[in-house]
């Protein structure tokens, strides 16, 4: 099987604007997390998507968004962008509905510098 | 408090020798820990998960879990070079269906 993909690997934005990022789960799983990681805070909890449906969410501002495709794929959208934002974006797919129970398998991220 | 705490390290280890890493959390409900390995430049992967109270091994690997005193440990044995890398704790919260990270614990194999 394919592992998680995400697209795209690099990105360089500028302040002020928004970036999509894409996610494409193990073919079979139904649950998709994100999650934001940086030097200093370590690995942090976005969202995690099942079955279209947003079922938990970060401590994060509103300018984090996601949404899950019928076919499982994911997005999330990070709209006027700060300096801060700037990190590896991990996705992670699981095959069931309960995600903090399961092995998560992570993509190998999207790396976004905001200038 | 922080939810999941790890030491950062890095943790200096001889080669062939038994690494120790720890993990202690905060939420007594938590039934759900793992351990991811992250490799510099790398997406984290899964090592060990574990789900009840005492050791569970798999290969040089053996996790250990006491809910009583609410700590996770990772015990490597026979480190090799290619053990190098940053390892998560992973904890399941019993209030809301997430995993929280630790932040890490930097494990260097010196030959």
């Known amino acids: ?115 | 408090q922080k939810e999941v705490e790890q030491n950062s390290g890095p943790l200096s280890v001889p080669e062939g020798a038994i690494a120790s890493l720890n993990c202690t959390y905060s939420d007594r409900g938590s039934q759900s820990f793992f351990w991811y390995r992250q490799y510099s430049g790398k997406s984290p992967e899964l090592i060990m998960s574990i789900y009840s109270n005492g050791d569970k091994e798999d290969g040089r690997f053996t996790a250990q879990l006491n809910k009583a005193s609410q700590y996770v440990s990772l015990l490597i044995r026979d480190s090799q070079p290619s053990d190098s890398a940053t390892y998560l704790c992973a904890v399941s919260s019993s209030s809301a269906s997430k995993i929280i990270f630790g932040s890490g614990t930097r494990l260097s194999i010196r030959p």
């Open chain 1, 1 to 115: 099987k394919a592992g998680v993909t995400q697209t795209p690997r690099y990105l360089i934005k500028t302040r002020g604007q928004q970036v999509t990022l894409s996610c494409s789960p193990i073919s079979g799983h139904r649950s998709v997390s994100w999650y934001q990681q940086t030097p200093g805070q370590g690995l942090q909890f976005l969202f995690e998507y099942f079955s279209e449906t947003q079922r938990n969410k970060g401590n994060f501002p509103g300018r984090f968004s996601g949404r899950q495709f019928s076919n499982s794929r994911s997005e999330m959208n990070v709209s006027t962008l700060e300096l801060g934002d700037s990190a590896l974006y991990l996705c992670a797919s699981t095959p069931g509905a309960s995600a903090h129970q399961e092995t998560q398998y992570f993509g190998p991220g999207t790396r976004l510098l905001v200038l």
